[in-house]
Structure formats: structure tokens, C-alpha cells
């Protein structure tokens, strides 16, 4: 069997024979082709490396945000991560019946709620983000420190709005 990078066992096909390589010189000139092979290949190891801590992207997402912005309202989540609310609603619930996050009424919008990290959620987050660090310093190894930040500021040119 053959071992994938994300250490998940491949079995390979029983009369594998050699696969021709083709041209994808014109796919390499394209932005998006090359940054969805890079977020493949780091989504696939993120997703190995979660899996002790029970949680997706999107879950680490949020807690990441809430982790770092205590208080932080739905209203916001959905803004920072491009989330649509009856999409945040079940993923909100779902981490508050694990007891990672509660829901206190917010200090200056008596309507809403903020969103905070239980203690239970804060040691969480704090094994997650550093498996996050480490996993993202693996997959960018044969990046120096300067190019690992030219390529995040770059790709957030591509997808942040211009002022």
C-alpha cells in the first residue's frame, strides 16, 4: 500500500500500470488552479491533523475567531467567514452542545448575543492552533519565512476587496 503524504493509506491499483505524464503547462499559468492544489494539499493534511481535536475547517474557523475576538456576534462570524446565517445556526449549536463555546448577551446590543470560548474551548484552541502552526509551517517547508508571508499577503490581494 502506498502511504499519501497526510500519512492515510492508499491501496494502489493491483496491475497499476505507469500513467503517461501530460501537458499542464497552460493550468500552472492560472491563479486559481495553482491556489486550489495548494489548499488541497494543506486542507488534506489539516483534516488528518484535526481529526484528534473532532473538528473541520470550518469548525476551527469559527473557533479561531471566537478564540480571538471574545464576544464576537453570528452577525460578524457570517461576515468574516463568508457564511450564510441558517448555515452558522447549526454549526453554533453544535459547539455548544460539545462545550466549547456559550452565547452571553452582548455589553452594547441588547439584541444579540456574543460569542465566547468556554474553558474547555480555550484548551482546545490552544492544542488546535499550535497543530495548525505546525502543520502549516510543514507544508510550506521549502518556503523561506519571507516567501511563506508573500504568499499570504498575495493570496489575500486576491480575495480581500479593494478599498
Not at 497499476?16 to 486550489?36: F, K, M
Not at 488534506?44 to 471566537?66: C, G, H, I, N, Q
Not at 444579540?112 to 484552541?125: D, F, K, N, R, S
Not at 519571507?146 to 489575500?156: D, F, G, N, S, V
Request: net charge positive.
Amino acid at each position: 500500500m502506498a502511504t499519501a503524504k497526510s500519512g492515510r493509506q492508499r491501496a494502489a491499483a493491483p496491475d497499476a500500470l505507469p500513467v503517461e505524464p501530460v501537458d499542464t503547462s497552460y493550468l500552472r499559468t492560472l491563479v486559481g488552479y495553482n491556489a486550489r492544489r495548494a489548499s488541497l494539499a494543506i486542507i488534506e493534511t489539516f483534516m488528518v491533523r484535526m481529526a484528534p481535536y473532532d473538528l473541520k475547517v470550518v469548525d476551527f474557523s469559527v473557533l479561531s475567531l471566537v478564540a480571538h475576538n471574545p464576544g464576537i456576534t453570528s452577525r460578524q462570524l457570517c461576515a468574516a467567514l463568508s457564511v450564510l446565517p441558517p448555515n452558522l445556526v447549526g454549526l453554533i449549536a453544535t459547539l455548544e452542545r460539545r462545550g466549547l463555546i456559550e452565547r452571553l448577551p452582548h455589553p452594547s446590543d441588547g439584541r444579540a448575543m456574543g460569542v465566547h470560548l468556554t474553558p474547555q474551548g480555550t484548551e482546545l484552541m490552544l492544542q488546535a492552533e499550535k497543530t495548525a502552526f505546525d502543520l502549516e509551517m510543514d507544508a510550506t517547508s521549502r518556503l523561506t519565512d519571507a516567501e511563506r508571508k508573500t504568499l499570504i499577503r498575495l493570496l489575500q490581494k486576491v480575495y480581500t476587496p479593494a478599498d
